[in-house]
């Protein structure tokens, strides 16, 4: 599950550059993996604020982000969906949303409101349901040097459509 989730990083994320940001903390190895085989409620809860404070107590330097991989009962979209918004509250009730934001990816993402063909979604799709932890601060000081934040999307969204459909389904056969 981490090889395959560190080739899509390779291939497609710092291959396509779809994130400017992710190549020095991937090639300098600051990027923590975590699986969660939770199939309970309590389980993916207790799984979720470890690997927040785990986030929270390592130096930056150490580990710069996570990736919670979840094994198992979010395949379906909407489930994992709903995981991303109770995670998303319990970041609130702790008052950690200054200093952790969360980004979603999923083998059959969509964005809502965009045709279900539209290879945009391929720039949010990975191979498993996976839960992207940020730290705030390191996203300010990146942002800052960034004229438009949301030209990344924009340029993401022109790779993909450059590159083709076969191509973009060849780097990411789950997302089919």
């Known amino acids: ?9 390779d291939q497609m994320v710092v291959g396509l550059n779809l994130c400017p940001f992710s190549s020095s903390v991937i090639v300098r190895n600051q990027v923590f993996y975590a699986v969660c085989d939770a199939t309970t409620d309590a389980e993916l809860q207790q799984f979720y604020l470890t690997e927040l404070q785990r986030l929270l107590e390592t130096n930056e330097n150490d580990v710069a982000t996570s990736l919670l991989m979840f094994t198992q009962g979010l395949e379906e979209f909407g ?7 109770w995670f998303q509250q319990l970041l609130e009730q702790a008052e950690l949303t200054e200093h ?13 409101g965009v045709a279900a063909d539209d290879l945009s979604h391929f720039t949010n799709r990975s191979p498993y349901p996976t839960i992207h932890l940020l730290r705030q ?32 389904e060849a780097l990411c056969p789950w997302g089919k």
């Open 1 to 9: 599950m981490v090889e395959i989730t560190r080739r899509w990083l």
């Open 79 to 85: 489930d994992f969906l709903d995981v991303l918004d």
């Open 100 to 112: 952790v934001q969360l980004a979603s990816f999923h083998p059959q993402y969509q964005f809502e």
């Open 137 to 168: 601060d390191q996203m300010t000081k990146v942002l800052a040097h960034v004229s438009d934040p949301e030209k990344i999307y924009l340029d993401n969204i022109k790779a993909l459509n450059k590159l083709g459909r076969r191509e973009v």
